[in-house]
């Protein structure tokens, strides 16, 4: 299990993580695409549940497993 991060950029696809953000959905799932410049983070959620796009301005928590 990793610790979680404020900072998109140390993720990348392939990534198993869990998503929060302050009174909003939690999304767990697998990372599909990182923005070069750590802006943009998109997720897989977990059992066919879509794809998520999360922006920094979120001030989303993402935690590696």
Same mark, same amino acid.
């Given at each position: 299990m990793g610790g979680r991060? /404020? /900072?998109f950029t140390? @993720? @990348?696809a392939g990534d198993t993580v869990t998503v929060t953000a302050p #009174? +909003? !959905?939690m999304v767990t #799932?697998? @990372?599909d695409a990182v923005a070069p410049d750590g802006s943009v983070l998109w997720v897989m $959620? /977990? #059992?066919g549940q879509g794809r998520h796009m *999360?922006? +920094?301005t979120d001030i989303a928590h *993402? $935690? !590696?497993h």
């Open positions: 991060n /404020d /900072d140390q @993720v @990348v #009174g +909003r !959905l #799932g697998i @990372v $959620e /977990d #059992g *999360v922006h +920094r *993402v $935690e !590696l």
